[in-house]
């Protein structure tokens, strides 16, 4: 396991009172695999504008030094003509991009990959998780129906669903609802999940099952309370 980092502040124009573009990417990958790393990179953490075309060959840090070029050329692209047009509103071209990586063991020779992306300008900023699991022979990704038994569905989105009972102390799905739970939708189960040892843990991005105030929603569900839908292995 290795990591690149770049960070930067660039100008929007060249002016001392110019916006600017806060940028950071701390990205986590696995020297000598390119096939898992291709598949990180498939799952969207970097958004697909600033991915360099054509291959990879030449390595991680020339790929994100290339994402950063991508990123300072398409900020420039679309804000620097506005920018001039309206110097009034200046922090509408505050911009910021970071991407946070994390990695974490999983069973069966399995990694969890978690890239935490934060994006927007000064007064609205989006917050999103991005969490994968990979198997390390392949770097194909893995799927819940790889983890559990035939029909794992619907029990295990009921098991979901209690947790978020008792995280916001409610006594039904109804009661989830009146609190802006669920309340466009059926329940369902997140293509986020980290796939850990001793537990797996799904991941409601802000804005994806609650009110934006609500933030990401977390739930957790240890290895003993899934042990009758585990496949065995």
């Avoid at 194909?140 to 790889?146: D, F, G, P, R």
């Avoid at 989105?157 to 802006?180: A, G, H, M, S």
Wanted: net charge negative; charged share 30%; aromatic share 10%.
């Amino acid at each position: 396991m290795d990591s690149v980092v770049v960070d930067s502040t660039i100008r929007l124009v060249d002016s001392e009172y110019s916006p600017n573009c806060q940028l950071h990417i701390a990205l986590r990958y696995f020297p000598d695999e390119q096939k898992l790393n291709d598949s990180i990179l498939a799952t969207g953490l970097i958004l697909p504008e600033y991915l360099p075309e054509g291959n990879r060959k030449g390595g991680m840090r020339q790929l994100v030094d290339e994402v950063a070029k991508n990123c300072i050329t398409s900020y420039r692209q679309q804000y620097a003509s506005l920018f001039k047009l309206d110097k009034s509103n200046a922090d509408e071209y505050n911009i910021i991009y970071k991407v946070y990586t994390k990695t974490w063991s999983g069973p069966d020779s399995t990694v969890c990959y978690e890239a935490h992306i934060i994006s927007g300008n000064k007064n609205h900023q989006q917050l999103q998780t991005i969490a994968r699991n990979f198997k390390l022979k392949t770097g194909s990704t893995v799927a819940l129906n790889e983890i559990f038994v035939p029909g794992y569905e619907n029990v295990l989105i009921r098991l979901v669903v209690d947790k978020l009972k008792d995280k916001f102390d409610v006594k039904d799905e109804d009661q989830l609802k009146t609190q802006r739970i669920f309340a466009d939708c059926d329940p369902y189960l997140p293509d986020n999940f980290m796939l850990l040892k001793n537990k797996l843990i799904f991941i409601y991005n802000q804005d994806e099952i609650a009110p934006h105030d609500e933030g990401e929603i977390r739930v957790e569900l240890s290895k003993h309370e899934l042990k009758d839908l585990l496949k065995q292995r």
